[in-house]
Every structure is written in structure tokens, then in C-alpha cells.
């Protein structure tokens, strides 16, 4: 009397997840995703090009050492009209008349080369190879961030996608149930109660199966600006604990080794630290050599060309600049001290946070163990249900109970496995791994020490090295 509908589609995909084999052809797959997200998420390709930013820092540093060259050059016109009077006597006077026109020019070249400046050269070129560093890992933490969130909407789509598929089963089981229901009623097997409460039913899971694909329709979106393409086909999604280590107090060692954020708050202690040296160093003396050679023509008009050339050492030490060096120097101090209580702050979180993801991905493989006990009893039940409703043991509310048991038992499944999966990526995140080089994932692993290299020792030139 009551037919027991096939579950298929995207959720006997998803049910499948924990012993998924080999994935169709023609399927997309979670790496494959990830692999997209990866070479053309905008927010970090963005990032990528800031790190790309932050290398020419290094470069600035280093022009500290190189000398500074300058040459100058002028032209004009003056016209001069002078009278001189002298004489050797009161008696005997002698003027003197010059005056015309004349076409000063000059053209001058000036070297100059710091010799010393407190050090200040050497510490910010250190600072800002720290700053390099710690930008790659600002980089390191948003690959992770977009492969994590990759991982997680290409889960929740599976996840609502087979919700939709269990609430669509359910519809076609509780028009079934009604029509049946109907049947029973118009031959006096059943009252009009029981036929009022099939539909009910009916328009429960109708309202259950629209949230559904409601959910669904904001998941796609979600999707499409994660990953870059529309969902189509995908394969179903597996753990990744195979990359994790086997303990709880192996996973905190871990991260905090390895994790970006801590390894990005220990290179700003670096780049503080050495902001506190290059405010120290103006305190000190600098020494700068200056050469200089200028060719001039009719700079008067009794002298046609002269030509001059120099070499001076100059040393000048800072006795009191009105205080403000002393005030920089005991700022730069404050905020070494506050990085340094950073750092143990983002050490606390990333414990915690490992800790927190590894309790979900532990709590994920029980939930999925017994959300399958779960579905199980629960289809044994409605079946039994069924056969007591058609001998009069049961009514047909105590059958409409037991389908609406088993539909909450299968959105428990696939939300369960769904859990199970990105927490496994969580915790890959958590501790520092979450890579495509880990992954093994089918792509190049962007560089950020290629343009490093290419720009470091750059002593001109105006254009990028992709030749913008």
C-alpha cells in the first residue's frame, strides 16, 4: 500500500562520500576546484600582487648604499654695462667702461656616497626582507583561507543538493501516501482526519523541499564567486586526513610551527626590532663623500671658459633635533613590545583554533557512524509502520511520523558527512598544511621569490618584470 521510494541522485552521491572510489570522467572533482580557486580567485591574485609590492621595498633599502648621481646644466643670456673708476692719486682718476652681451652656460656632474650613516642602510634593508617575509605569509594565510573556503561551498553543495533530492523523495512519497490515503477514505477504510493529515504532511515537506532549493540556489551563487564556474557534476568530496598528524598534542606542536599567521607575527617582531636599530642610528654620525666636476663658458664677459672639479669628505653628527628622534626611538620600543604580545596572542588562537577543528573532525566521524545507524533503523521502522498501518496496528499519522523520521535521518547523514569533510580541512588549515603542494594538487604553486629575485638587485628601470 505504501510504496518505498529509491533514494538517488546528488544524495546517494554524497552518501557515498566516506567510500568513494573512483570518480566518473565527465565529473568535476573537489581538487579540481580547488585547483580554480586557486589560479584565479581575484581576492588572491590581489594579495599576490601586494606581496609583489612589498618586494620592491627591499630594493629602496639597498639604493642607500649605491651612490646618488646629479648633473646639471644652464643657459642663458645677460647683457652687462659697467663702469669702473680707479686712479693712483686724488688727481689722477681712471674710468673704465665694459659693457655688451654675453651667453653664460654651464653644465655640471656631482657624485655622492654615504659612507656611514649609523647602520641605518644596513637595518632597513634587513626590516625590509622581514617585511618580504611576512608577506608571504599574509599570503601563505589567505591561499589557505580560499582553499578552505573552496573545500567548504564545494561540500555545501553537495550537501544542499542532496537535501533537495531527500525532499523531493519525500514529496513523491507523501503524494503517494495522500492518494492511497483518498482511496482508503472513499471506500470507509479511513476518516477524513487521516486524509487531513496526509495533507498537511504534503504541504509541510512542499514548504521543506522550496527551503531547499532555496538554500541551494544561494550555495551555487556562493560557488560561482568561490570557484569561478557554475557546479555541474561533482564528483563527491572525500577527508583528507591522510595529511594530518595522528594526535591532538602532535597538531598543536604543529601549528605552531608552521602555521602562517604565528610565522607572520614572528617576522613583525623582526621588522619592529630593527625599526627600534634605524631610529637608534640617526642618533649617530654620518659621513658622505661628494666629487663634483662643472665646465662653464662666459659666466663673465672677461672670462670665456672655466672648468672645476672637487672630492669632499663631509661627517655630521646630530647634537639635538628639538627631541623628536628620542620620542621615535621610544615609540619604535612600544611597539616591538606589542608585537611581541601579538605574536603570543595569535599562538593562543592558533591553539585554540586547532583545537576546536580537531574536536569537530573527531566529533564528525561518530556523527557520521551514527547518523548511518541512524538512517538505517529509521527505514526499518517506516517499513514496519507500513506493514502494522496495513493491518490496522497503525494510523496513518503514525506512518506519516515515521517518513518524516527518516527524511530528518538522511539530512543528518549528508549534513553529517558534509561536517566530516570540511572539518578534515580545517584541521589541515589549523595546523599550517592546507597547500596545493600538500594536496598534490595538478598545478603550478605560485612563487613569490621569482619576482622577489628579479627586482632585488634592480639598479634601474621603470618596468615590471612582466614588462608593464
Not at 667702461?97 to 659612507?115: D, S, Y
Not at 646630530?318 to 613590545?337: D, H, M, T, V
Not at 577543528?357 to 547518523?371: D, E
Request: one cysteine or more; a neutral charge; hydrophobic letters at 40%.
Amino acid at each position: 500500500m505504501y510504496g518505498v521510494k529509491a533514494f538517488t541522485g546528488a544524495a546517494a552521491a554524497v552518501l557515498l562520500i566516506a567510500c568513494a572510489g573512483p570518480t566518473p570522467v565527465l565529473a568535476d572533482t573537489i581538487e579540481a576546484a580547488l585547483v580554480r580557486a586557486y589560479q584565479n580567485n581575484p581576492q588572491l591574485n590581489a594579495q599576490r600582487a601586494s606581496v609583489r609590492s612589498t618586494d620592491e621595498n627591499v630594493p629602496q633599502a639597498l639604493s642607500g648604499y649605491r651612490p646618488k648621481v646629479a648633473l646639471t646644466a644652464s643657459a642663458g643670456y645677460q647683457y652687462t654695462d659697467t663702469n669702473l673708476t680707479s686712479g693712483g692719486s686724488p688727481t689722477a682718476i681712471v674710468r673704465t667702461e665694459v659693457h655688451g652681451a654675453n651667453a653664460p652656460r654651464a653644465a655640471g656632474l656631482t657624485v655622492t656616497q654615504t659612507l656611514y650613516n649609523g647602520n641605518q642602510t644596513a637595518n632597513k634593508t634587513r626590516a625590509a626582507e622581514s617585511q618580504v617575509s611576512g608577506a608571504r605569509e599574509g599570503l601563505r594565510v589567505l591561499d589557505e583561507a580560499v582553499l578552505l573556503s573552496a573545500a567548504t561551498i564545494y561540500m555545501d553543495y553537495l550537501r544542499d543538493s542532496a537535501i533537495v533530492e531527500v525532499q523531493k523523495s519525500n514529496v513523491r512519497v507523501l503524494e503517494q501516501t495522500l492518494k492511497q490515503t483518498r482511496d482508503r477514505f472513499n471506500v470507509g477504510e479511513v476518516t477524513r482526519t487521516d486524509v487531513a493529515q496526509s495533507e498537511a504532511q504534503l504541504a509541510a515537506g512542499k514548504t521543506q523541499e522550496l527551503t531547499a532549493e532555496s538554500n541551494l540556489t544561494t550555495t551555487r551563487s556562493n560557488f560561482r564567486r568561490i570557484i569561478g564556474n557554475e557546479p555541474v557534476a561533482l564528483a563527491p568530496g572525500s577527508p583528507v586526513d591522510r595529511f594530518l598528524p595522528a594526535t591532538l598534542p602532535a597538531a598543536i606542536e604543529l601549528s605552531l610551527i608552521e602555521n602562517p599567521n604565528v610565522t607572520a607575527a614572528m617576522y613583525g617582531i623582526d621588522v619592529n626590532f630593527l625599526q627600534v636599530k634605524v631610529n637608534e642610528g640617526a642618533l649617530l654620525p654620518t659621513v658622505t663623500l661628494q666629487a663634483s666636476v662643472q665646465q662653464s663658458y662666459e659666466q663673465q664677459m672677461t672670462i670665456f671658459r672655466t672648468f672645476g672639479a672637487s672630492a669632499i669628505a663631509q661627517i655630521s653628527a646630530p647634537i639635538y633635533q628639538g627631541g623628536a628622534e628620542y620620542s621615535l626611538i621610544r615609540q619604535s620600543k612600544e611597539n616591538l613590545a606589542q608585537q611581541r604580545l601579538n605574536l603570543e596572542q595569535v599562538r593562543d588562537q592558533t591553539r585554540a583554533n586547532t583545537v576546536t577543528a580537531w574536536g569537530q573532525l573527531v566529533a564528525g566521524k561518530a556523527q557520521v557512524a551514527s547518523a548511518q545507524a541512524q538512517v538505517t533503523a529509521s527505514e526499518i521502522a517506516l517499513n514496519g509502520v507500513r506493514e502494522e498501518a496495513k493491518a490496522g496496528q497503525r494510523t496513518t499519522l503514525d506512518v506519516l511520523n515515521a517518513q518524516q523520521a527518516l527524511v530528518n535521518a538522511r539530512v543528518a547523514l549528508v549534513t553529517a558527512q558534509h561536517d566530516r569533510v570540511v572539518a578534515s580541512y580545517s584541521v589541515l588549515s589549523a595546523v599550517g598544511r592546507l597547500s596545493p603542494q600538500v594536496l598534490n594538487l595538478s598545478t603550478t604553486s605560485y612563487d613569490p621569490s621569482v619576482h622577489y629575485q628579479q627586482v632585488r638587485d634592480s639598479w634601474y628601470g621603470v618596468r615590471t618584470p612582466d614588462g608593464r
